[in-house]
Every structure is written in C-alpha cells, then in structure tokens.
C-alpha cells in the first residue's frame, strides 16, 4: 500500500463553503425575549464544502486545484487567501449575483447551539465557465472529485464527468439528491448510508444493501459504490464483491467533513495506484481520526500512518505477504525494522536478553523462525523438541517481539531479501562474511550487529546436560 502523494495532482470541483465558528458561553436568560444569551469570545474561519476537500489532500501532500463559485464579497476574498495559504491553487468564477455560502456554528463547551446559513441557489449551470476554466489552466490530473453539497456548482455535472472519462480521469464524487442518475459513468460514488437509502430505497439488511448498489452500479455505470454507514464502517461494493470495512473510531466527537475526508482520502490513494479496497481502508482509517476532532477537519499524512501503525501494533499473527505491506506502510513512519533468526527451540534467559537488545536496535523486531523440517536438517533427527507453531507462540508472547515469520530453508537470504531490515542482528562472534544476508543489507543502506549470547546457554547444551544427568 503506497501512502507516498507527493507526485499526484488532483483537481475538486463543487461548492465552496466557508466555516465560521462562533465560540463562547451561555450563562443567562435573556429580560427581552425567554432565549439563552450568548456571550462571544472569539471566532475562528475554516475551509467547509469542496474547500475542506481540498485541504484534506493538501494536507495528505498532493498538489490540488480547486474549481467553484463565488460571490464578490468579502467572503469570497477570505476564502482565496486561506486557499492561498495551504498552497491550494484556486480558480474560481465569481458571479455578482451569487453569495459565497457561509455556514456560522455558535459554539459553547464543544456542542453547537445553533447554525445560520447564508447562501444563494444558482438556477443555472456553470458548467460553461468550469470547462473555460478547464482548457485555460488544463493539467495532467491524476484524479478529479465533485464535491456536491447541492448548492449549485454541480446542478447538470455530467458534461464535467464526461470531460474527463474521455481523458480517462477518474472521477470520484460525494453524491447529493434523491436521484444520482445525473452522475452516470462517474468511476466511485462515497453517499453516507441515509443518501444512498434516499437514492436507492430502504434497504432491508446487508443483502438488500449489496444488491441495490449493485444494480446502481449497472444502471449508471459505475466501477464502485463507497457506502459509509457510522459505526458499522464503510461497505465497499463493486460490479462483482463486497467489502466491509469496520470502523477505526475509538470515539465519535463530531461527524461534520467526515464525507469529505472519505472523498478526498479515497480519491487520492487511488491515484497513486492503490486499489479500491486499499484505498477504502485508508479512506475509513482517516475517518477515524477526523470524527474524534471538532469542526470540520482534516487527517494529516502522519496521522494516517501513525493510526495505521498503532491500530495494528498488538497484531503480531501475520503473514509474509501481509508483513510486507505493513513493513512499507511503517517505513514511511520512519519506523527502523530490526531482524534476526534461529530455531528458538527451548527458550532461555540467553534468548530473552538477546531478543530484549534486539529490539532496542530499532522500532520493530521481526524475527525468522526455523520450521521443524529445517531445525532436523540443521540440529539432527531428535529436534526440534517443540514444533514451529508452538515455537512461534511463545516467541509471540514475548512483548519485545513484533512479528514471527516461519521460513523452510535452511537459510533465512530469502526472508531477509524480501524484508530488507536496516538491522541484522546475529547473537555470538561471527564475521560479517558469516552472518548469512549481511552484504544485501549493507547494500541496502542498513547495518549489521551482532550480540554475545550468555556464556554456556544454549538449546543443545540444555539438552546435553539434561542427557548426562540420566
């Protein structure tokens, strides 16, 4: 899974929204009228609608443009310069007629009291200016999304979405309406449960979910339905399958930009290469992180990665290929991967110390474990005395130990090749010439250490010893 978004440039056409948060307190009752007073502190503009998009994919590190509809207000104006000052390039119509939507939220204690909306509903299509917009400043995207939050900006979006399927474009969008007919031949639909169940009709349980999204998918030609449904995750539904994805929140603060992080998450791991069901799960780990903040918000980079990380740091049962994705998911974490190997076949104090050094090398401590057919050719036909899957388990238990990989050979080159560590740790006195995958490491930038075990501990002198006394 690649979550590197540096080289992708993405275009978010929709309605721009600014978000104004009146903060402050509520204390008494007022003598004119029986409604609270409320008593203003401070106030705090944010990026609402296609612009909150926008930063939710500058902040993941794309280069974004973004394309809607102003008023010439002062609002418009506040809206340019907090566009300018994440380095989202703007190119916006702005029509006299029109009002830049403003959505302003009295806020006290962290619960919102009330909301007042200031906008203005177009009756006509700017698509005309948005494809003038377009062949003036066309670029190489990557991906595009509509952000349709039923304001106007996207009142007929089919030219838009046709524009770019014949340039073979992407084109994800966060559907609004009781119809998504008007987005026909899009590439990914992301409606939260009630928009979907608006379009679709109620849907009975999950088969009834599946199957209404499939025949959407057929009416309107689509490549997938994104369906996010709160607590119970997101429902990935394509031509053919269906994926549920669980919900990574820990705690639910407030839902508002929720949907624009899904777009925007999705939207830009797709154009990276990342496939739908791994950019679902990227989608859904970002979700989890903005509904636990207030306001509308973003998922920076970092804080996918690091919740990515966290979320599977217990989960030590995995295999080789399942490692793989997870080791290139930490490294762009800057976590250090640390590896060693053996037959572990009786632990002892000399292994622990070992292993607990071993890891403090590094952030993660994979460990490759010989299988049973391995240890016999390497230590003789009477071992291994514990088999490799209970071998692995107590290795498992042991919390220095992130990840235990079973390997047949009687070399772990293999393992070592495909997992690249930058720390190859052997216990004893061996040369760098001895320690099997030494050289493929210091190629790749990394190091090699070795570690003395403890004096007179091993398996086979265990064993010897326990021999001799019978």
Do not use: W
């Not at 029986?34 to 993941?60: M, Q």
């Not at 340039?167 to 992301?190: A, C, H, R």
């Amino acid at each position: 899974m690649n979550l590197n978004f540096n080289n992708s440039r993405l275009l978010v056409i929709g309605d721009l929204i600014l978000d104004t948060y009146l903060y402050g307190s509520v204390s008494r009752i007022s003598p004119e009228a029986p409604v609270s007073i409320f008593n203003e502190i401070n106030e705090e503009a944010r990026l609402g609608g296609a612009c909150n998009v926008a930063l939710n994919l500058c902040k993941l590190g794309a280069t974004v443009d973004i394309i809607g509809l102003t008023g010439n207000d002062t609002n418009a104006l506040l809206l340019k310069k907090m566009l300018k000052a994440h380095n989202i390039n703007e190119y916006l119509i702005a029509d006299d007629d029109y009002v830049t939507i403003e959505k302003k939220r009295l806020v006290s204690n962290n619960h919102q009291l009330l909301r007042c909306d200031k906008e203005s509903i177009p009756t006509s299509s700017y698509n005309t200016q948005i494809l003038k917009k377009l062949e003036d400043n066309i670029f190489n995207y990557d991906a595009v999304i509509l952000s349709d939050y039923m304001k106007g900006t996207l009142l007929k979006p089919q030219p838009l979405i046709n524009f770019f399927r014949k340039k073979l474009v992407p084109v994800i969008i966060d559907p609004k309406g009781q119809s998504f007919t008007k987005y026909k031949n899009s590439s990914v639909l992301t409606p939260n449960f009630k928009e979907f169940e608006m379009a679709v009709g109620k849907c009975k349980n999950e088969e009834d979910i599946a199957k209404k999204a499939k025949k959407l998918i057929k009416n309107i030609n689509l490549d997938a339905v994104l369906i996010t449904r709160s607590e119970k995750g997101l429902s990935l539904v394509t031509k053919s399958k269906v994926f549920n994805i669980p919900t990574f929140a820990k705690e639910v603060f407030d839902v508002t930009g929720a949907g624009d992080t899904i777009v925007s998450v999705l939207a830009a791991s797709m154009s990276i290469g990342n496939s739908l069901v791994d950019s679902s799960i990227l989608a859904n780990t970002a979700a989890g992180i903005v509904v636990g903040k207030f306001g509308t918000a973003y998922a920076s980079n970092n804080e996918i990665l690091s919740k990515l990380y966290n979320d599977d740091k217990q989960t030590k049962k995995i295999n080789k290929k399942d490692l793989l994705n997870k080791l290139a998911i930490l490294r762009q974490t800057n976590k250090k991967i640390v590896f060693t190997n053996g037959c572990f076949d009786i632990i002892h104090a000399g292994h622990i110390d070992y292993l607990q050094k071993a890891k403090k090398l590094g952030d993660i401590l994979i460990v490759g474990l010989n299988s049973d057919a391995s240890v016999s050719r390497l230590k003789g036909k009477d071992r291994p005395i514990n088999n490799n899957n209970n071998r692995k388990k107590v290795l498992e238990a042991l919390e220095c130990i992130d990840h235990v990989i079973i390997f047949n050979e009687d070399t772990p080159i293999k393992l070592i090749k495909s997992i690249m560590p930058d720390v190859l740790v052997k216990g004893g006195d061996y040369s760098l010439k001895q320690i099997v995958g030494a050289s493929n490491v210091i190629e790749n930038g990394g190091i090699v250490k070795t570690i003395k075990f403890y004096q007179d501990l091993s398996s086979s002198k265990i064993l010897n010893n326990q021999r001799q006394k019978k």
